[in-house]
């Protein structure tokens, strides 16, 4: 039966810091014997990211039709339905439509922002948690 033997137990018998690991690209080092080892560092280098600018603001939102849109999520109509309720209450000249999302979150639904960007001018998505 062979023996195992933990990562940072290995490290150090070898005289390695396992947080050396964490802060370089290759870390070399002799075992005892003289053998030359050599670990990578396993976070590897993130993609780079892309930014998104942010959608431009309405000046008004007099006459506008706002989507509230949700996800799903248990509780998000209500939600919505109280911001609805609040636009006919504090600010009648708005239009709210509710729509549910479909698929999840991260599931992208064309139908939907289709209709949005041909009728829609402004969006408020509930987003569950």
Do not use: C
Request: aromatic content about 6%; overall charge positive; proline content about 7%.
């Amino acid at each position: 039966m062979e023996a195992r033997m933990n990562r940072r137990t290995l490290l150090s018998l070898l005289g390695i810091s396992p947080a050396l690991l964490a802060g370089s690209t290759a870390v070399s080092a002799e075992d005892a014997r003289g053998d030359k080892i050599e670990a990578l560092n396993p976070k590897g280098t993130p993609p780079s990211i892309q930014l998104v600018p942010m959608a431009p603001r309405l000046a008004t939102l007099d006459g506008k039709t706002i989507y509230l849109v949700s996800d799903g999520f248990p509780g998000a109509d209500h939600f919505l339905d109280q911001i609805a309720l609040w636009f006919k209450k504090n600010m009648p000249s708005v239009t709210t439509v509710y729509r549910l999302k479909a698929g999840a979150l991260a599931d992208d639904d064309p139908k939907l922002w289709a209709e949005i960007k041909a009728k829609g001018n402004a969006v408020i998505m509930a987003i569950g948690h």
